[in-house]
């Protein structure tokens, strides 16, 4: 990414929004830069938790797209031969969401 998408991306609407890594700086530092002990595992916990409850969002969202409206227009044949083909492919992003969930 680019300095300018970079900005465009920092910036929303006027409003400044911190990356990751200024965060990290922030939570994990006292105001002289120096390391605050176990802060950094703390950050880091947080932060796979967020990814974690981001990533079952995600694939609860792209299985119930798929269950009510993508599989119809995506599968060929007759409906029962549609949802022969869909489910199995709901059920895996299901079962991904709750590994997901699972390993937080």
């Known amino acids: ?6 900005h ?3 910036y929303h609407g006027g409003e400044f929004t911190p990356d990751t890594a200024t ?3 922030f939570y994990t530092s006292d105001t002289d830069g120096n390391p605050i002990p176990g802060r950094a595992a703390q950050f880091n916990r947080w932060l796979e938790t967020v990814r ?3 990533k079952t969002e995600a694939l609860n969202e792209v299985a ?5 409206k993508a599989w119809n227009e995506l599968i060929q044949g007759s409906l029962q031969d549609r949802l022969r083909v869909a489910q199995p492919i709901t059920a895996w992003l299901r079962a991904r969401a709750n590994q997901s969930q699972e390993e937080k």
Do not use: C, H, L
Request: proline share 0%.
């Open 1 to 6: 990414m680019g300095a300018n998408g970079k």
């Open 23 to 25: 965060i990290r700086t």
């Open 64 to 68: 119930n797209a798929f269950q009510y």
């Open 52 to 54: 974690a409850e981001a």
């Open 8 to 10: 465009e991306s920092t």
